[in-house]
Each structure stands twice: as structure tokens, then as C-alpha cells.
Nanobody, 122 residues
Framework: QVQLVESGGGLVQAGGSLRLSCAASGRTFSSYAMGWFRQAPGKEHKFVAGISGSGSSIYDADLVKGRFTISRDNAKNTVYLQMNSLNAEDTAVYYC???????????????WGKGTLVTVSS
């Protein structure tokens, strides 16, 4: 069992930055690939970024390439999402999720956090 708790969301002006964190419980954190997803109001969920258990492989959605960076610290059981150059379209609830595969499928992830809200004001 893995429990995930996101933090770091909030209100930021367009062009600003935020860093989201996702703290995981359990001793097997490094065996899980971790992903960030988001869901904007009234819109479908979208994959944002993913990282393999060792951190050696990273996957970014096109909509965040060059602006968002995923990373992890296995010693701290934490995955991060550094978000730069934020715009109003990035406003969403951001969720972290864990899975033992690299599919990063919304319906296929094993464990989910409850999400953290990011609001970007224009």
C-alpha cells in the first residue's frame, strides 16, 4: 500500500513558478514509477509528466515541454513537479500517482493522491 500526499499548490500570477511535491509512504517508493496528472474545471484529465522508479527515464507531455520538470528523491520518498512560465491554461487540480509500469494511464495507475489546486491568474 502506498499513500500519496501532494502539496505546493496555490495562486500564482501568469509567468510565475510553483513547485509541487508529492510525499509517499512505504518502503518501496523506488519501485514505483510516478506520474503527475491534471484536471482543469470542466475538462478531461491529462497526463503531465512521468518518471521511472530510478529517475533515469522522464516523460513529458507536449503541453508542458520546456516549462515543467519532474524529478524525484528516493531517499525522501518524494516526487516533484517544478512548473515555470505558468499561464492561465495551467489552472487545474494536479494529482500525483504511482504505478509499477511506465504506461502512465489515468485509469491504470495503482495509487493516487487527493490532488492540489493550482490557480494561475492572468
Amino acid at each position: 500500500q502506498v499513500q500519496l500526499v501532494e502539496s505546493g499548490g496555490g495562486l500564482v500570477q501568469a509567468g510565475g513558478s510553483l513547485r509541487l511535491s508529492c510525499a509517499a509512504s512505504g518502503r518501496t517508493f523506488s519501485s514505483y514509477a510516478m506520474g503527475w496528472f491534471r484536471q482543469a474545471p470542466g475538462k478531461e484529465h491529462k497526463f503531465v509528466a512521468g518518471i521511472s522508479g530510478s529517475g533515469s527515464s522522464i516523460y513529458d507531455a507536449d503541453l508542458v515541454k520546456g516549462r515543467f520538470t519532474i524529478s524525484r528523491d528516493n531517499a525522501k520518498n518524494t516526487v516533484y513537479l517544478q512548473m515555470n512560465s505558468l499561464n492561465a491554461e495551467d489552472t487545474a487540480v494536479y494529482y500525483c500517482a504511482a504505478d509499477q509500469t511506465l504506461r502512465f494511464s489515468w485509469s491504470g495507475m495503482d495509487y493516487w493522491g487527493k490532488g492540489t489546486l493550482v490557480t494561475v491568474s492572468s
